[in-house]
């Protein structure tokens, strides 16, 4: 099983930027696609963006597209979401996900998951 671990949530305001990072603990990482999620209190986890193993494809929620960016580093095991102009209703737990096998756009596939990390934005 791959760990991963979340890192870069905090508390900001109304249109800043806010960078997470997810470190992998395994080079099997460079083979896997890997998303982030967001889950607000009593909401159900929903997928934010997602990339495929070499980076080549790049799909996004229809809320996040145009303000938020997934990107890769495979030599660091590392995935991060740029996140520009937040807003109040993308405070949530961001988690990141990895699968051989994943459907983007869903929780499908992903088979190792981060313990996650907090992004509150304050109106």
């Known amino acids: 099983q791959v760990q991963l671990v979340e890192s870069g949530g905090g508390l900001v305001q109304s249109g800043d930027s806010l960078r997470v990072s997810c470190v992998a603990s395994?080079?099997?990482?460079?083979?896997?696609?890997m998303g982030w999620f967001r889950q607000a209190p009593g909401k159900e986890r929903d997928f934010v963006a997602g990339?495929?193993?070499?980076?080549?494809?790049?799909h996004y929620a229809n809320s996040v597209k145009g303000r938020f960016t997934i990107s890769r580093d495979n030599a660091k095991n590392t995935v991060s979401l740029q996140m520009n102009n937040l807003k109040p209703e993308d405070t949530a737990i961001y988690f990141c996900a990895g699968g051989g096998a994943v459907v983007f756009g869903t929780t499908r596939g992903y088979t190792d998951w981060g313990q996650g990390t907090q992004v509150t934005v304050s109106s």
């Open positions: 395994e080079s099997i990482f460079s083979a896997y696609a």
């Open positions: 990339i495929s193993w070499n980076g080549g494809t790049k």
